[in-house]
């Protein structure tokens, strides 16, 4: 536990006591919470894909968007390949070190 | 002068040039919010129109113009100084503040600038206060940074004004006015390359990652906030419509996107998201319907509050924790929770999220490019928005605030100014009610007849973000180990850039030091000679001419000191016996 807290103001709070928003967020870092917001997560993305399949688009951009669960595929496989591509990918090929321009 | 016009400048240069005599007891401070509220004032009350014509060098000079395009930018500007300044207000250091107001100026002034020589001008303010921003940071890193930058920046400003020059030579006029693609002549494109200089269009954007993260931790939210920003507001002015823009907006989008994927430096991956967020802009005016024009501008004026509050919250954490790397932050999101709530509003307002106010601005960028029919345009921008929200709206929060961590209760941090959060609170309240209600920000864009094109708080729009920011936020969660920051520099086009300047430096130096070699030669032969006769010649004269008439003066003055001496011996009777003897020679003489 903390010896000192300071709260967003920059004022000292005694030992055990860090301003309410601090607590809450210290509060979540545990196992069960964080299982119980991993859990609503999920659920979310269950329930806003299902609403895909009544809620579609009138305006499809690209022709394949019309169809339910484009967008979810999209951002799921646009996003993981560009992660993969960029970290494992690209950035061995263009990373040096830190100071390789003897700037720091 | 008409009576209902204030140019917003005139409070920020005033206040610049008395800052320095002011009396360091920091009552100062209060005054620097008087030029941000009067520039709000004069954002929504001024009149259309052209104000302040001057002739100078029998060229008439405007130097305001008001129309909604200029209006808009000038309320979002007046808007995002006020939350500069608030969140400033702790730093002592005058030199800062001065920058800071040069810069602003300068950015006012372009806005308004109704003539290209109007704009230069201060363009070049504008290049001046921010490399002061980094400059004063007063790290070796930053003060070489700010001489990069500046170079950087003279180069493009030289573009501009040899662009400036050669249309003024073609068809005598500085008139600022859309240029038509296919009537554009070299000087046109000269002009261009000078505006896509500060608009960090790839490849000619390496400057501003390279800045912006070594500016002050103050300076670089102004910085974020106006460069690129006046840079979009002249290209919607001169180069609508030029399908060039839409390509390099698209590219810009999805660049930037890649390189803050793999960025460790917080501050460094926003600046990689202004060049994507810019790219969204770019790319609305270069598809040039009334609808993405609207797009962009308001795409702008939301970036300008959600950048500046994301680099408010970075340098927030960098303030109080001193590091910005990624890999050695974690573990502080109940050490710092509202800085982590008003980072995390500016984050889902860069990505999108419903509520906020990327949601309203981005999106009517991205369906006008749709209705344009330029499809690659659309599918580039989404692409960027799925990599916006995991490299900047989770990735960067994920690793500073969490990281996997316990929380840090160990870690010294200095405890942020509550002006800061007054700066930060003032943006989150901002990008929420727009995000809420987009008629706010709606009703002052330039194109009105297009507005209804876009309805953004329709079903399917919000659930088409929550699907594509959903399963974004998936694809970060299965994916976060491999994202994992570390340090290293990730090679960008500066190394071209540096290779550039060293092949210059050579080619200017070398030659140089040749020509200095031989002219030492020549000057040992024949200059150094002639020069040690002149000085025996001189010599000669000071001693036997200069000397004897200064010694002759000095001896008949050392005479006549001493006489002096011997007769002023403190004797009244021989005062009064030499006076007697020169009343009568006086006597003597007049009376002969």
């Known amino acids: 536990m903390p010896e000192q ?32 917001w991993r859990t609503l997560f999920f659920l979310i993305l269950l329930a806003v894909a299902l609403l895909n399949l009544l809620i579609k688009s009138h305006h499809p951009h690209f022709g394949v968007d019309r169809y339910p669960f484009f967008w979810p595929v999209f951002g799921l496989v646009i996003g993981g390949v560009m992660v993969v591509l960029v970290k494992k990918i690209i950035q061995p090929v263009i990373k040096k070190p830190e100071d390789f321009y003897g700037d720091l | ?199 960090a269009v790839v490849p000619l954007h390496a400057w501003l990652p390279d800045a912006y993260p070594r500016g002050t931790v103050t300076g670089s939210v102004f910085m974020c906030a106006y460069t690129t920003k006046t840079a979009v507001y002249v290209l919607a002015r001169v180069f609508p419509a030029w399908e060039i823009l839409a390509i390099a907006g698209t590219v810009m ?35 040039g319907t009334a609808m ?62 419903p509520l906020f106010n990327g949601f309203i601005s981005k999106n009517m960028t991205i369906q006008g490019a749709a209705a344009a ?38 870690r010294d941090l200095k405890p942020v100014p509550v002006n800061m959060y007054c700066g930060m609170g003032l943006l989150s309240v901002l990008c929420v009610l727009q995000g809420v209600f987009p008629g706010i920000l709606y009703r002052f864009l330039p194109h009105q007849e297009a507005v209804g094109a876009f309805v953004p708080w329709q079903s399917w729009n919000v659930l088409q973000a929550l699907m594509l920011l959903g399963f974004s936020g998936l694809a970060f969660y299965l994916t976060r180990g491999i994202l994992t920051p570390h340090k290293a520099l990730n090679l960008d086009f500066d190394w071209f850039y540096r290779l550039i300047g060293k092949i210059l430096y050579h080619l200017i130096s070398r030659p140089a030091a040749f ?34 008439i200064v010694d002759g003066s000095a001896y008949g003055v050392k005479g006549a000191g001493f006489l002096g001496a011997l007769l002023q011996n403190g004797k009244l009777q021989s005062y009064l016996g030499l006076m007697t003897i020169l009343a009568l020679g006086v006597f003597a003489y007049f009376w002969y």
């Open chain 1, 5 to 36: 807290n300071e709260n967003q103001s920059g004022l000292k709070v005694p030992e055990g006591s860090p301003s309410g928003l601090g607590a809450f967020l210290d509060r979540q870092l545990d196992a069960g919470r964080i299982k119980f």
């Open chain 2, 1 to 199: 002068m008409t009576s209902n016009f204030y140019h917003p400048s005139l409070a920020f240069l005033m206040l610049a040039a008395v800052l320095p005599f002011l009396p360091g007891n920091r009552r100062w401070k209060f005054l620097l919010l008087i030029p941000p509220l009067a520039a709000i004032y004069a954002a929504f009350f001024n009149q259309a129109g052209a104000h302040l014509t001057l002739n100078w060098l029998g060229q008439s000079l405007e130097l305001a113009k008001v129309d909604a395009l200029s209006s808009i930018f000038c309320q979002v500007f007046a808007v995002m100084s006020l939350a500069g300044i608030l969140y400033s207000l702790h730093v002592n250091d005058k030199g800062q503040h001065i920058a800071a107001l040069l810069y602003v100026a300068g950015g006012f002034g372009c806005v308004l600038a109704g003539d290209f020589l109007t704009l230069f001008a201060f363009w070049e303010l504008m290049s001046l206060g921010s490399t002061f921003l980094v400059m004063l940071n007063r790290t070796r890193e930053s003060v070489l940074a700010s001489f990069r930058y500046f170079m950087y920046h003279t180069v493009g400003g030289l573009f501009l004004l040899a662009g400036i020059l050669l249309r003024y030579k073609h068809t005598g006029s500085f008139a600022v006015g859309p240029i038509l693609h296919a009537s554009a002549n070299p000087y046109d494109w000269l002009i261009l390359i000078g505006f896509c200089v500060n608009a």
């Open chain 2, 253 to 287: 989008a999805v660049y930037g996107v890649l390189y803050a994927s793999m960025e460790n430096n917080a501050r460094r991956i926003l600046s990689y998201h202004i060049v994507s967020q810019v790219g969204y802009m770019v790319a609305g005016i270069g598809v």
């Open chain 2, 292 to 353: 993405t024009i609207n797009g962009a501008t308001a795409h702008a004026y939301a970036h300008i509050l959600y950048k500046g509050l994301l680099f408010m919250g970075a340098g927030a954490v960098l303030y109080s924790a001193g590091t910005q790397r990624l890999d050695e932050l974690g573990g502080l999101a109940a050490r710092l929770p509202w800085v982590m709530v008003c980072y995390m509003v500016a984050a889902l307002s860069i990505s999108g999220m």
């Open chain 2, 373 to 410: 029919h330029q499809t690659f345009v659309a599918l580039g921008l989404e692409i960027a928005a799925v990599g916006t929200f995991i490299s900047v709206g989770l990735k960067l929060p994920y690793f500073a605030f969490w990281g996997g961590k316990a929380t840090d209760w160990k």
């Open chain 2, 515 to 548: 020509v200095d070699n031989i002219w030492t030669n020549v000057w040992n032969w024949a200059g150094l000679g002639s020069l040690m006769g002149t000085a025996r010649g001189t010599v000669f004269f000071d001693r036997r001419i200069i000397d004897g």
